[in-house]
């Protein structure tokens, strides 16, 4: 299996969920998942927020308020979006979908999110239909999703769902739990998710390297993959604050490093994306990624 540093785009959508997995380890912590809001009009109008984050070195796009039962991605016109924009980028797509906790009273938010932004059997089965190859089970600031029900979904994703399933929440989404929580990542990884996802370090306030270090290495020792994520509108901070977060998380041993949607207009600063890319595998591999054709076999 070779790295995905050294993927062209028709390999990395050719990849099942268990060979993207494996690319993945084999970078070494050199892999970046950029997150667009697809749901608003783009940065630069006609083309599309996860057009212009791949162009800027992402590897792999993270589709945030994407409806799977509606689908649409502003600033791409056509029928099926996922599959027009994969040929667009060639780089893997996916999406968040949302496990909201019906314990937690938070009744006004949970209605404001459709049903098709809500993780399903009903969703995890359409988002294969769509070709999406991976999904994220998290939750968006104040929607009520809970370590209990991201773990409920989990097991649901692992029936109905064929590619990789990232678990795992960046912020408190509504819901005040520890972010960092050894017993509830055991629970996700029993359930079946390939990828933890966690805070950043320097992300929210009081998480230290030590604590996302351990957890990491818990990750690891139970054949899963960590990824830390930049969910705090930090993707529009300065680039040397962006440097200092990877730097960061590569020390703690991220395998996977995730820059958030709330720089302008649904996407970071795309020279933020750049900038993480190069702190984490320098100015060679960074070119290497933006410049290689989507037509290269």
């Avoid at 055991?186 to 009081?206: K, M, Q, R, W, Y």
Wanted: aromatic share 4%; proline share 4%.
């Amino acid at each position: 299996m070779k790295r995905l540093l050294n993927c062209t785009g028709k390999e990395m959508l050719s990849y099942n969920g268990k060979e993207l997995k494996q690319a993945i380890k084999a970078s070494e912590g050199r892999t970046i998942v950029s997150e667009t809001v697809i749901s608003i009009r783009p940065l630069l109008d006609d083309i599309s927020n996860p057009e212009l984050a791949a162009s800027f070195g992402s590897d792999l796009i993270l589709l945030n308020t994407f409806d799977v039962l509606h689908p649409h991605i502003e600033g791409i016109n056509s029928p099926s979006p996922v599959e027009t924009l994969k040929k667009l980028i060639a780089r893997p797509v996916g999406c968040n979908l949302e496990p909201v906790d019906e314990n937690i009273a938070m009744m006004e938010e949970r209605l404001a999110i459709p049903e098709g932004r809500q993780a399903s059997e009903k969703t995890f089965k359409r988002a294969n239909e769509l070709g999406l190859q991976f999904i994220c089970l998290t939750g968006n600031p104040g929607t009520g999703v809970s370590n209990a029900s991201i773990c409920l979904a989990i097991k649901k994703a692992k029936e109905h769902f064929d590619g990789l399933i990232i678990a795992g929440k960046m912020h408190s989404a509504g819901v005040d739990e520890e972010l960092v929580d050894l017993e509830a990542i055991a629970s996700f990884i029993e359930a079946g998710a390939d990828i933890i996802l966690l805070p950043a370090v320097n992300t929210v306030p009081g998480l230290d390297e030590k604590s996302v270090s351990e957890a990491c290495k818990f990750i690891h020792n139970h054949n899963a993959l960590a990824l830390t994520a930049i969910g705090t509108s930090q993707e529009g901070a300065d680039e040397h604050t962006i440097r200092e977060i990877a730097l960061a998380n590569k020390r703690c041993g991220a395998d996977l490093q995730h820059i958030g949607d709330a720089g302008w207009c649904g996407i970071a600063l795309p020279e933020n994306i750049m900038s993480l890319s190069i702190a984490i595998r320098g100015k060679r591999w960074t070119y290497h990624r933006m410049a290689s054709s989507i037509n290269r076999d």
